[in-house]
């Protein structure tokens, strides 16, 4: 029991600069205090006495703002940032490492028996006022967004926004720095916005900046050609083209003649 409030209390320096010392973890933190009454309410819960687990979660809840089910499974090193407001049902399973914010919410969309809340895998961090309802998984190291709505299974490391809950999925590194080059280039910044934030207005600015990427490595390629042609000047051979160099669907000179010729001879 020391063992894992040894272990709750780091849990908060790792994961709140406030917190300056363990007294006044210990003292002013009502994440921390609805945790220890829980472990206790839990064991209450298991050992039959269900009445007095709901009782003295009845009284956690008016003390911390906090309403945690004395049925539901909590692992180690959790932590409730705040406090205020979350509410996590009687079937929810938490393992090791979650945060909560203010205002989450875990609950069910079903009145039957069994399984009716969520599952809330490794390391899942839930922004303030999240709302995640059903008895579906959250995978490991995922993320829901501030007052994001939650109604079905989120995938292992993915982020969750908006109402309903959306996953975003980052592009991958290469395309980014790419992006990222020719923003610098032009002077331009797509609104300060990341990837995670789905604004259509900067996803329409990204793919004109993707277009111009494109665009602007052709024309540097021409330019290289180019150069390369002046230099031979008064030369009887032509330098060879760079491999790089692609001229799209543009026909050799002469390809056009011959073309009509055919055409031309077909029709005779």
Known sequence: MFDHLREDIQSVFHRDPAARNAFEVLTNYPGLHALLFHRMNHRLWQWGFKWLARTISTFARWLTGVEIHPGATIGRRFFIDH???????????????????????????????????????????????????GPFTIGRHA??????VVTKEVPEGATVVGIPGRIVTKKEEPEEGRRKAMEQKIGFDAYGLSEDMPDPIARSIRSMLDHMHVVDERIESMCRALKQMDSYRGSTEMPPLPMDFDCGDVPAEGQDRAADESESGSNT
Request: proline share 2%.
């Open 143 to 148: 993320k829901v967004g501030s007052n994001a």
């Open 83 to 133: 406090g205020m407001g979350v509410v996590i049902g009687e079937t929810t399973i938490i393992g090791d490492d979650v945060t909560l914010y203010q205002g989450v919410t875990l609950g069910g969309t079903s009145w039957n028996h069994g399984k009716r809340h969520p599952t809330l895998d490794d390391g899942v961090v839930v922004g303030a006022g999240a709302k995640i309802l």
